[in-house]
């Protein structure tokens, strides 16, 4: 049994399995450890975007998970006394920029099975159940963790040169990143308890929605929302006699009484959580990283919690393989923090300005916040916070559109799965004209190196894209967000100067 390992990652969750498959695909030796000894059989999470899913594709995953996925009819928003509208929030039925539906609902044991057993590929991961990090012990080197195997009793030590705390809202990791702080958490206020209800129907019930209902009500809203398959939740704000009061089967069925009778669906699950928002001021403190819910807490009203846990994985994997292949840039590692939390901060307050909706059953004041003028909702893209990017421009910091490249083997290829887990540059005809001798040869070594540089003179959705853009050349990270943009030959400069950011080590 091994002892010495690169990244150990503390939660098999979502966010740490995503981890550890990035992780796995540059081939970094990474311990997973979690106290459960496998994964949770009932439901959690029911909804992601196409961008996460766009991760999922990255992993190799993608094809699986959306068999067992269903697209995502949207959401609306209605007085919950006269079921008046007042907010409509669609989502679009079309393949969107990302190559997949904008937005899905699922099943998270489902989803979990699929990132867990994907791992069993990657000879460099070890998963470890069953066992509880007790102790945490950084030195300047290595970080070392003391975890008990449960059933044994038996203590172990491993170390890491990095370790991801993905444990959950009551991390250990978290602990000792804040501890050194007054005011490690920025509290946004919203803390409210609801009963959640999965229930599996018998059979089709029509009159149920597929969208996803919010009622809006200023003491007992309401949310019934649709998953795959027969599968139904129903989420329940308490009220201050209904938290005094057992929660039990007769209680619940009585709250499913507008929509179900008993003898219409099984309950699978019915569990009280406490909503909150909040962010850790801190996510990282020299060799120790936090991520997902040990980093940060949402209301779900926007369907963004586990999806903001996977952008932390997939922003923080990338980087930890760099530094641990000679990419010693000190910026590369900091700007994991200093990406996210503001990226991240934007969904939270999104998702309270639609709890205030929620809670109390008018839109007052509240379209010109959710930029929804005309009652129609559209989704957020927030850029990431200044991090790696010298430029400051409305591309650099926004998630790169997926094109489709056509001629590039004997069937149309996804730019994702033809570049890999790797930067990638791309250019149209102009930009390549533009190159001198000396920045032609620079970019042949890092295109050797492993930079995907793809022209758009024999890729029509390339060419399209730049053009939509108004760009002769953008970079990427390989988190797919667009790091630097050129449309002159001084910014392709620029950006080239920039693509040892993205690289193991300075070609």
């Known amino acids: 049994m091994s002892h010495h390992f690169d990244v150990v990652i503390i939660g098999f969750g979502p966010t740490g399995a995503t981890l550890a498959n990035l992780l796995g695909l540059t081939g970094v030796r990474t311990l997973l450890l979690d106290r459960a000894k496998g ?9 992601f975007d196409g961008e996460v899913m766009r991760v999922f594709q990255t992993i190799g995953v993608s094809d699986r998970i959306a068999k067992c996925a269903i697209v995502n009819a949207g959401m609306r ?6 079921e008046a509208l007042l907010l409509d929030w669609s989502r679009p039925q079309e393949i969107g920029e990302h190559g997949w539906y904008p937005s899905y609902r699922f099943h998270q044991p489902d989803l979990e099975r699929e990132l867990h057993n994907n791992l069993i590929k990657f000879p460099s991961v070890e998963i470890r159940t069953g066992c509880e990090a007790q102790v945490i012990r950084e030195e300047k080197e290595a970080v070392h963790v003391h975890y008990e195997e449960l059933d044994s009793k038996n203590h172990v030590v491993v170390s890491g040169k990095f370790v991801v705390g993905c444990e959950g809202t009551h991390s250990l990791t978290r602990k ?3 501890e050194a702080q007054e005011t490690p958490i920025e509290d946004y206020g919203y803390n409210q308890p609801w009963l959640v209800v999965d229930v599996i129907l018998h059979r ?3 009159e149920l929605s597929d969208y ?3 009622y809006c009500h200023s003491e007992s809203p309401v949310t019934s929302a649709r998953g795959p398959g027969l599968r139904r939740r129903w989420e329940f704000a308490l009220t201050e006699q209904g938290r005094d009061q057992p929660i039990d089967e007769p209680f619940i ?8 009778d008993p003898e219409e669906a099984i309950l699978e699950r019915f569990a009280v959580y406490e909503f909150h928002s909040s962010i850790a001021l801190n996510w990282r403190k020299d060799r120790l990283f936090v991520a ?8 779900p009203f926007l369907g963004q919690g586990m999806c903001a846990g996977i952008r932390d994985a997939a922003n923080l994997a990338w980087k930890l393989a760099l530094s641990l292949k000679g990419n010693t840039n000190p910026s590369v590692l900091d700007s994991y923090e200093q990406e996210r939390i503001d990226h991240v901060r934007s969904y939270i307050t999104t998702a309270i300005d639609l709890g205030q ?3 109390r059953n008018n839109n007052t004041d509240l379209y010109e916040k959710l930029n929804a003028p005309d009652g129609k909702m559209k989704s957020i893209a927030p850029t990431l916070g200044k991090g790696l990017a010298i430029q400051e421009n409305t591309h650099v910091g926004s998630i790169c559109p997926q094109p489709t490249l056509t001629r590039v083997g004997d069937h149309p290829t996804f730019l994702d799965d033809h570049c890999g887990y790797a930067p990638n540059l791309l250019i149209d005809s102009k930009g390549a004209e533009e190159l001198s001798d000396e920045q032609s040869a620079v970019l042949n070594r890092y295109e050797s190196a492993g930079l995907c540089v793809v022209n758009s003179d024999s890729e029509p959705h390339v060419a399209a894209l730049l053009k939509q853009l108004q760009l002769n050349a953008l970079l990427t990270r390989p988190d797919r967000y667009i790091l630097a943009s050129s449309t002159n030959s001084s910014e392709l400069q620029t950006m080239l100067d920039q693509v040892p950011l993205v690289m193991p080590a300075y070609p």
């Open 292 to 299: 997902g819910d040990a980093a940060h807490q949402t209301p």
């Open 39 to 47: 994964s949770c059989a009932l439901p959690r999470a029911v909804h």
């Open 253 to 260: 069925w009585e709250q499913l009484s507008p929509w179900l």
């Open 212 to 214: 996803t209902i919010q």
């Open 176 to 178: 000792l990143i804040g």
């Open 357 to 359: 909706l929620i809670n």
């Open 204 to 206: 089709e019930k029509p």
């Open 77 to 82: 928003f209605v007085n919950k006394d006269t």
